[in-house]
Structures are given as structure tokens and as C-alpha cells.
């Protein structure tokens, strides 16, 4: 690790009513939590703009018995929120009328992040994510902790050529697959689906 980068990764889980009223308590959680994280202001001023954006569209594709889950993962050069709802069906962008005041929360979401999608969950529902540049404060140098390395070992020689494709479009697909795969959504039964919040460091 060299000029004091941090190689930190911060996830944090939140659950919510899946409610238009929940949506200042899902603001509040994630300025909070990004704030503790010490993650750059500006961005936490972004992020809370587009967790508000796509916490709304959530609440208003649920049914209102069910649950939004709210994910975070901050690193030194970005932000990935990501919010699922329990509707199968995929993020409409539509283009709003001058004096309309609904159908711009995905637009204002493209233009405040860096990059957006989407992903079927692979038990049920959708997961919508935004990527905001920038992320985490970086440590200082003396409080970096070098990561630890292993030996690279020889594996078996492949029996048939092996296509390699790196292009934007089928690395975002394989990720939304293996994102899709996580089940962080899921509350756990024991716990109040209310309000939790579950941090990994």
C-alpha cells in the first residue's frame, strides 16, 4: 500500500417498512452511517440524494407489508448503495412532462452517480444500485495495515482455448449475476424488520 490509500471496505445492512413515510428515517440512517464511516462530505451529500431517490421508487413498487433493505459498501473510491424491493419488475426511466413533479428521480439519479443498474434478486425482487465517486477518507500512512499475499500457484493446462471478453457491458452482467446470488437482502426472522442495521468492516 503506498501514499496512505486506504484498503478499507465498509458494508452496513438496513431494513425498512417498504413506505414513502420510511424514506426520512432511510436518509437519516445512511448520512449517519456514511458520516461514521468518514467518508468524504460531498459524497455523503450525493448518496443522500440518490438513497432518497431510490428508496422512494422502492416504496412506491412494494406493497406496503413489505420490506426495503437498504446496503452500503464505501471504499476509498467510491460508494455502492444499493436498495431492494420485493417487485419483480425492472426500474422504468420515463420522460416527465415540464410541470410534473414525479418520473425524475432515475434521471436525477444518473446524473448524480457515476454509473446505475440493476439486478434481479435470485430469490425474489429486484435490487436497483448507484456507484457515487469518491468514498472513504484516506487513513494515514501509519495506520495502514498491508494487506496479506499469497503464492500464486501452476493449475492444470486448459484442454480447450479459452475466450476471454472484458468489455463494460459483459463484466457489469457477470457482476449483477454474482450480486444477485448475495441474499443481504433478507431480514433475519428473529430480529424487528423496523429498523436494522447490520455493519461489516
Known amino acids: 500500500m503506498t501514499g496512505g490509500a486506504s484498503s478499507a471496505i465498509r458494508v452496513a445492512v438496513a431494513h425498512f417498512p417498504s413506505t414513502t413515510a420510511a424514506v426520512p428515517r432511510v436518509r437519516r440512517s445512511t448520512v449517519h452511517m456514511l458520516t461514521t464511516w468518514s467518508v468524504d462530505p460531498d459524497a455523503v451529500s450525493v448518496a443522500e440524494v440518490v438513497v432518497c431517490e431510490l428508496a422512494s421508487n422502492a416504496a412506491k413498487a412494494s406493497h406496503p407489508d413489505d420490506v426495503m433493505a437498504i446496503r452500503l459498501t464505501a471504499t476509498s473510491g467510491s460508494i ?98 454474482l450480486r444477485g446470488l448475495d441474499r443481504w437482502h433478507r431480514p433475519r426472522p428473529p430480529e424487528s424488520v423496523a429498523h436494522r442495521i447490520s455493519v461489516r468492516t
Open 80 to 177: 455502492l448503495i444499493e436498495v431492494w424491493d420485493s417487485n419483480d419488475a425492472g426500474p422504468r426511466i420515463t420522460d416527465p412532462d415540464t410541470d410534473s413533479e414525479d418520473g425524475r428521480g432515475l434521471l436525477m439519479v444518473g446524473a448524480l452517480s457515476s454509473r446505475w443498474s440493476w439486478y434481479r434478486a435470485k430469490t425474489q425482487g429486484k435490487v436497483v444500485w448507484a456507484e457515487i465517486s469518491s468514498g472513504l477518507v484516506p487513513e494515514p500512512a501509519a495506520m495502514v495495515t498491508a494487506m496479506p499475499t499469497r503464492t500464486p500457484t501452476v493449475g492444470p493446462e486448459p484442454t480447450e482455448p479459452i475466450a476471454y471478453r472484458t468489455d463494460p457491458e459483459t463484466l457489469r452482467r457477470v457482476a449483477d449475476a
